[in-house]
């Protein structure tokens, strides 16, 4: 579906779509969490309910990404490692990614369940109406609240690890591993390999 | 209707065919089987909410519906708007002032039979200091011992000053807010 320009060998690169998806998924996970950080202890106020409402909003389009991702990830062998690459890293990098997809659709989830519990139906974009999965409990709509919480921020470390270990495999192991995600970094010359 | 079931059929026969002969006055609210509840839209998301304690005094008489009479009140800070922050936020001035403005009532005025089991119950509702004109229809229900007067219309809060200044705008809170009550009562000896 996509051509590969400059792409000599066939799994050496991801496609443009796995590309779109991983940023597109970065940033709005970026975007919605630094906005669920933000507008959970602000008082009351009609923009406190805006955000809200923008956040769940974008918790429900995440997760539909995410379907996608993962539907991309199931059909597509992604690219082979680099060949020096020590077993246990390989290990960790797999378990990271793992760990990623799956916060990747509990974090929605458990905002999903959270609302439900709490009282406050999810409405995609205002016009259409998630079921409520739970009914109205305000001890277990905490108890998600913490669990969202949580979640959000297991998955903040390990964005960080993941992020730590991409600058690590560019900068100081000088492979292709973060030129995959962002093509403009590949030398042109050629293969980094 | 070809699709009721015939037990409801039934049902509604008897309820129409119900009221009886002798005189009754259902006069005892019963607050336990009673509701007052709420809808409201936030970001176009349906809320519910409650007030958890009012008080009623009625008295119908299903022979003389037309001289039914009924009077609410409704402790303001009793609501239930579905969180506590919410809660918190609606007892303050911008919402229902509930310091200044404890109470919302509402009198009949004058009670309209529309045939069947149905009335139109008007009246003066007052709440926040302002008292405007109120129309509703009511059901009732009529089982043994008790009387079930069930409604629901929409009031527009602004038309009382509910949720003011940065609250004004309907785009976060909409200004229709639908109202359900339930009010039960049951008969006490006739006059």
Known sequence: MTSHPAAPTPNTGYTFTAIGLHWLIALTIIGSFALGFYMADLPISPQKLKFYSWHKWAGVTIFLFVVLRLGWRLAHQPPELPAGMPAWQRSVAAATHVLLYLLMVAVPLSGWLMSSAKGFQTVWFGVLPLPDLLTKNAELGDLLQQMHKLLNYSMAALVFAHLGAALKHHFIDRDDILARMLPFLRNPSGDTQ | ?191
């Open chain 2, 1 to 191: 209707m070809k699709f009721w079931p015939n037990s409801l059929v039934l049902a509604c026969t008897l309820a129409v065919l119900a009221p009886a002969a002798q005189a009754v006055e259902f006069n005892q609210l019963q607050l336990n089987r009673s509701s007052l509840s709420f809808v409201y839209k936030q970001m176009n998301v349906p809320v519910e909410g409650q007030f958890k304690s009012f008080r009623s005094k009625l008295a119908y008489d299903p022979a003389k519906p037309a001289a039914a009479k009924a009077e609410l009140e409704i402790d303001l800070a009793s609501i239930d708007a579905g969180s506590k922050d919410a809660n918190d936020e609606v007892a303050g001035k911008a919402w229902f002032n509930t310091k200044a403005f404890p109470i919302a009532k509402f009198v009949a005025t004058s009670v309209k039979p529309l045939g069947g089991n149905r009335l139109e119950l008007a009246g003066k509702m007052s709440i926040k200091g302002k008292t405007l004109d109120l129309v509703t229809p009511v059901t009732v229900t009529q089982q043994g011992n008790s009387a079930t007067f069930d409604g629901s219309l929409v009031l527009k809060r602004a038309d009382y000053g509910i949720g003011d200044g940065i609250w004004a705008d309907f785009g976060t809170v909409a200004n229709e807010i639908q109202i359900k009550f339930r009010l039960v009562a049951t008969a006490a000896a006739a006059k």
